[in-house]
């Protein structure tokens, strides 16, 4: 098995050199004695000081972390790199080729107008500008501390065995475990995102997890046999949530969703649906058994006739409420003349607020209780 795994991987390392815009802050940037001041915390911090504005700085460091998100989107970290399966090594490897020319493109960027920054915080900080030249570094020195490169290399299972050593071995037998563990984890995050509270419909943006953790998966099943089940389990659910789409799913939809993000968040389920013990259907139909049911109580009239079901758009109809006579003489209701309007009115009140007798309450939109 250790052997399928180390010859159907390859381990990406990629190298990225940020320079921080920071130099030395030395004794002599510091104004000491009874009148002296310290350089403000927006261009000195303990040990160094910002030659120019953080901020032009910010693209490398997005840069790295959409590196990061991407080799964990499709691979596993592995001796301080990434291992991804052999059949996307064209992929990938574009993929960081393309971030690479992206990084260059803004250094060559960021170096173009580097004096113009250094003066720029100069002028920012003019009681500082002294400190701040007495740092400044030479462009080609810049230039030399910002760089990305990767590479990529595989180990077979002929190099372990004529080596001697089976660390690497031994690491790679974990993997899939690790693997499962994120699968599990994932899921539940999903369910307390999307799924937790119980509205009976699931928002498309499950889907982008799901999808992402599907494809990685597939791409890693030579770790674990299991894996196999587990992505046609992911293929259940995204049958309901197609690309073009960004409807929420309801009905069958959502309770089969539902069951396949509630299997893969439980590691005890995982292994009982790899074994057969339970299945989609399953955990789908006791979802819909113990889910919420529309409210569909009927009114009663308050006049204590038989029951009718309510309708929000005829309450201003009811038979107790005479609207030409309430409106008959103004004067007479303000004053309290009229008994039988008063009455008429609480009647009308007592159907929409639900009363005192256990009337129920009339809502102006179907609902989930």
């Not at 911090?45 to 490398?60: E, H, V, Y």
């Not at 690479?100 to 003066?119: C, K, M, N, P, Q």
């Not at 080596?163 to 475990?177: D, Y």
């Not at 943006?205 to 587990?230: A, T």
């Amino acid at each position: 098995m250790t052997a399928t795994v180390l010859d159907q991987m390859a381990i990406f390392h990629v190298d990225f050199d940020i320079w921080t815009g920071k130099a030395r802050l030395t004794a002599k940037d510091l104004r000491l004695g009874s009148d002296g001041e310290i350089p403000p915390a927006s261009l000195a911090t303990l040990g160094s000081k910002n030659i120019c504005d953080p901020k032009l700085l910010r693209a490398f460091g997005a840069i790295k972390q959409r590196m990061v998100r991407y080799m964990d989107a499709v691979g596993m970290r592995f001796m301080n790199g990434f291992a991804v399966p052999i059949s996307r090594l064209d992929e990938v490897s574009g993929e960081l080729n393309a971030l690479r020319d992206e990084f260059y493109r803004a250094r060559d960027a960021f170096l173009r107008s580097y004096d113009t920054a250094v003066s720029d915080w100069c002028s920012s900080n003019p009681e500082w500008a002294d400190i701040i030249r007495d740092g400044v570094m030479s462009r080609d020195r810049v230039a030399d501390r910002l760089g990305m490169n990767w590479e990529v290399f595989q180990i077979t299972n002929g190099d372990v065995q004529a080596s001697g050593t089976h660390g690497v071995e031994n690491k790679a037998r974990k993997l899939g475990g690790d693997l499962l563990q994120e699968v599990i984890s994932t899921a539940g995050e999903t369910y307390s995102t999307h799924l937790a509270k119980p509205t009976l419909r699931v928002s498309f943006r499950v889907r982008k997890p799901l999808k992402q953790m599907r494809d990685k998966v597939d791409g890693l099943s030579f770790l674990d046999i299991r894996f196999k089940s587990l992505v046609q389990l992911m293929d259940e659910a995204l049958r309901f949530l197609p690309e073009d789409s960004k409807e929420p799913v309801e009905g069958e939809g959502y309770f089969r969703i539902s069951a396949v993000i509630q299997i893969l968040a439980d590691e005890s389920k995982v292994e009982d649906f790899v074994k057969g013990d339970t299945s989609v259907d399953t955990v789908a139909k006791a979802i819909q058994s113990n889910a919420p049911v529309e409210s569909s109580k009927p009114t009663k009239a308050a006049s204590g006739d038989a029951p009718k079901e309510s309708n929000p758009d005829d309450l201003l109809s009811t038979s107790s409420f005479d609207e030409e006579e309430m409106f008959a003489d103004l004067d007479e209701v303000f004053s309290g003349m009229s008994d039988s309007v008063g009455n008429m009115s609480a009647d009308h009140a007592q159907v929409v607020s639900g009363g005192h007798d256990g009337t129920p309450h009339v809502s102006r939109g179907s609902g989930y209780f």
